[in-house]
């Protein structure tokens, strides 16, 4: 079995199933323009030196998110 978690705790290079956004209506909205929806592929692509923003792939397009926002969605690790 596949572990879930949260999008912040993805390593680089690693890769995972977007399962659910647990967010308010607002933050749902814009990552869900952003490509993060349900059944989304995204991979880690790079970790700022502090941690935070982080780079992720999600449907061709590199996206930068604050561990914060990428904390309110789960994934299934691939």
Same mark, same amino acid.
């Given at each position: &079995?596949?572990?879930?978690?949260? +999008?912040? !705790?993805?390593?680089?290079? !690693? ?7 647990? $967010?308010?209506?607002? &933050?749902?909205?814009?990552?869900? $323009? ?5 059944? $989304? !592929? ?18 061709? $397009? =590199?996206?930068? +998110?604050?561990? !914060? ?5 789960? =994934?299934?690790? +691939?």
């Amino acid at each position: &079995m596949h572990n879930i978690g949260n +999008l912040s !705790e993805l390593p680089q290079g !690693e890769t995972a199933v977007v399962t659910d956004i647990r $967010a308010t209506n607002n &933050m749902r909205r814009r990552l869900n $323009a952003l490509g993060l929806t349900v059944g $989304a !592929e995204v991979r880690c692509i790079r970790q700022s030196p502090l941690g935070d923003p982080t780079a992720f792939l999600i449907q061709g $397009a =590199v996206i930068a +998110l604050r561990c !914060e926002d990428s904390a309110c969605v789960w =994934v299934q690790f +691939l």
